[in-house]
């Protein structure tokens, strides 16, 4: 049986055209038209991977109340914002709240296939035995690449599939800046500066949440940024 993938999309035809679409390319669809609905579909059993539209029905920023109440229920489930919304406060709004991309309706359903297949990659290396060397340690940070675990001073730090591997890009080579070009690549992503942006806030503070004194991750203006070598 394929993957399970919940589309949470207000617009009965797109709603439609997107899960006819998966379902071709070997994907269970699960679909919802609004917030309830799928609050009480992901209580029951959670998808594989989620996309959600921002606004449902009368809820202007239904998307994101259902993000974080996702984000609640697993820590590491795939989500993907599509909107119609370009805008860059919508766009850091989902990355802060946990979304592993964002993506526009303007997307060609081979780039949108893309960026799901790449987060599910990246899933499964989770269900393979950890190794020797799938296991990075740089001073107080330990990052098991199959687990897609991380832990700073023996402590766990629960990130996002995106966020972690952004992490390890850093991580694998410290002292090394890593621009956006090569952080997007590391993650599989395709997005614009202040994406990256949003993405390096939101894993700062995460890290900070387990010790106020982290300081590893360097913002290098006009260059990208840096884990600090040991």
Not at 49 to 63: M, N, P, S, V, Y
Not at 125 to 135: G, I, N, W
């Amino acid at each position: 049986m394929g993957k399970r993938i919940a589309i949470v999309e207000d617009d009965e035809t797109i709603r439609q055209n997107y899960g006819d679409a998966l379902r071709r390319n070997g994907y269970e669809i699960e679909t919802y038209a609004t917030r309830v609905e799928a609050n009480a579909g992901f209580k029951n059993r959670l998808p594989d991977l989620a996309i959600l539209d921002i606004g449902l029905g009368d809820e202007t920023d239904g998307g994101f109340s259902l993000c974080r109440d996702l984000r609640a229920m697993s820590s590491s489930l795939p989500i993907i914002f599509l909107s119609a919304r370009d805008n860059d406060f919508d766009v850091v709004s989902g990355l802060r709240l946990g979304a592993d991309d964002y993506v526009t309706k303007d997307v060609s359903m081979p780039h949108l296939l893309a960026r799901i297949a790449a987060l599910f990659r990246r899933m499964e290396a989770m269900k393979l035995p950890s190794r020797a060397e799938d296991v990075l340690h740089r001073g107080k940070v330990i990052l098991d690449i199959n687990r897609l675990s991380v832990m700073w001073n023996n402590v766990v730090v629960v990130l996002t599939v995106t966020e972690f591997w952004m992490v390890h890009a850093l991580v694998k080579f410290p002292g090394h800046v890593k621009n956006r070009d090569q952080l997007m690549r590391e993650a599989e992503l395709t997005v614009d500066d202040n994406t990256i942006t949003s993405h390096m806030k939101r894993i700062r503070k995460k890290f900070i949440a387990v010790d106020a004194t982290f300081d590893e991750i360097e913002t290098v203006y006009g260059m990208g940024y840096r884990w600090h070598a040991a």
